[in-house]
């Protein structure tokens, strides 16, 4: 199979969908790779790394999404890489369809096979394609907060830790999966009071015996989130749905209680937020004031610290992309019903239920059509 790997034209995105190491464990395993020239400068991969894994360099992206037959990327694709999209051709990505009508349907017009790493599942539960991003949003989304409190940054003036004799900020976290996990983590470490709330019992009890008293847990009502949210000075947001849109936990009314240069990070923005105010934004432009509360938005904060996020990816997605490859991607969906699961879009049929309840389409069952 020859597979395709463009640059990455998002605003500000430095990650590239397959590393020099990949490529070459693609290549033994029979495979042709074609890359575009530069895709991996965000990395400090050059060209001559990737022709010495195996790879043809490509002059442009129209040569790439003409050529490949799988096309393997990171963030979305952007409209004008949708248009280039043929019919059976093969799109592995993050795709976040259920907050973006627009780009559900041009996939849908495409014709093309779009597998979504964010549906993947696993045997063992969870998201394993998801996961390593979720990782590295939750570290940045505490540094990101911590930046954004200063007050050159429209913030409250506070350090997140404090000093001796001086209090430190309240972060609360909304979410103790991945996200949550990971921004508890990094927000403990940085010495803040840390309060995390989540629906499930006995995901606070893991998160509990994991950072014992380090943190306060939580469990998620709405009287809790209206307590906590207009006593905090950081705000996390980290739920998920699978698939789906976030719900919307912190309503307008919340963020109006909250404390003048209070701080939002929503990490769940890729998936539409789970605040009422919350709305796109890019490294360029990061943030945003709302009701004197800054609001971090950043729909590819991982882009931010690419060769973290590039490795990290590439980790999870590499055995996938020779199966893919290697299997071609029917027999390949219906050997594995976790990666069936991250099948959304097909020959113009939506196959994921949740985008397709969420977006108005007819939903499709992925096995229907392979």
């Not at 990505?93 to 996939?107: C, K, S």
């Not at 209090?167 to 840390?194: E, F, R, S």
Request: aromatic letters at 4%.
């Amino acid at each position: 199979m020859l597979i395709g790997v463009p640059k990455e034209i998002k605003n500000h995105e430095y990650r590239v969908g397959m590393s020099p190491d990949s490529v070459r464990e693609v290549v033994l395993n029979g495979h042709d790779v074609l890359v575009e020239t530069g895709a991996g400068a965000g990395i400090s991969a050059s060209d001559q790394q990737y022709e010495t894994a195996g790879a043809k360099i490509a002059q442009s992206a129209e040569e790439i999404f003409e050529k490949a037959e799988m096309i393997v990327k990171v963030k979305e694709p952007q409209a004008v890489e949708r248009a280039r999209l043929r019919e059976g051709q093969v799109l592995f990505t993050y795709l976040h369809l259920a907050p973006d009508p627009e780009q559900t349907r041009d996939l849908v017009n495409s014709g093309a096979v779009c597998i979504a790493y964010e549906t993947v599942t696993s045997p063992r539960g969870g998201l394993p394609l998801l996961a390593p991003m979720s990782k590295v949003a939750g570290r940045m989304a505490i540094q990101a907060g911590a930046t954004c409190l200063e007050h050159p940054h429209g913030g409250l003036g506070m350090l997140l830790g404090g000093v001796p004799g001086v209090d430190p900020a309240k972060v609360v976290i909304l979410g103790a999966g991945v996200v949550g996990t990971h921004a508890a983590h990094i927000a403990v470490g940085m010495g803040a009071d840390v309060w995390v709330i989540d629906r499930s019992v006995e995901v606070l009890e893991q998160h509990w015996r994991q950072f014992v008293r380090s943190t306060n847990t939580v469990f998620s009502t709405r009287e809790a989130i209206e307590r906590h949210v207009s006593e905090a000075d950081l705000v996390i947001g980290g739920v998920l749905i699978p698939g789906a849109e976030a719900p919307k936990l912190v309503t307008k009314e919340m963020v109006k209680n909250m404390k003048p240069g209070s701080v939002i990070v929503d990490v769940a923005i890729d998936q539409g937020g789970c605040c009422e105010t919350s709305r796109p934004t890019t490294h360029a432009d990061p943030t945003y004031v709302v009701d004197d509360v800054v609001h971090y938005c950043v729909a590819n904060m991982p882009g931010g610290v690419p060769r973290t996020s590039t490795f990290a990816l590439n980790n999870a997605t590499l055995p996938y992309v020779i199966t893919l490859a290697n299997k071609g991607y029917r027999q390949a969906l219906l050997d594995d019903p976790h990666l069936m699961a991250g099948l959304n879009v097909h020959g113009g049929k939506v196959t994921y239920r949740e985008v397709a309840e969420d977006l108005g389409y007819d939903y499709t069952p992925a096995v229907d059509l392979l």
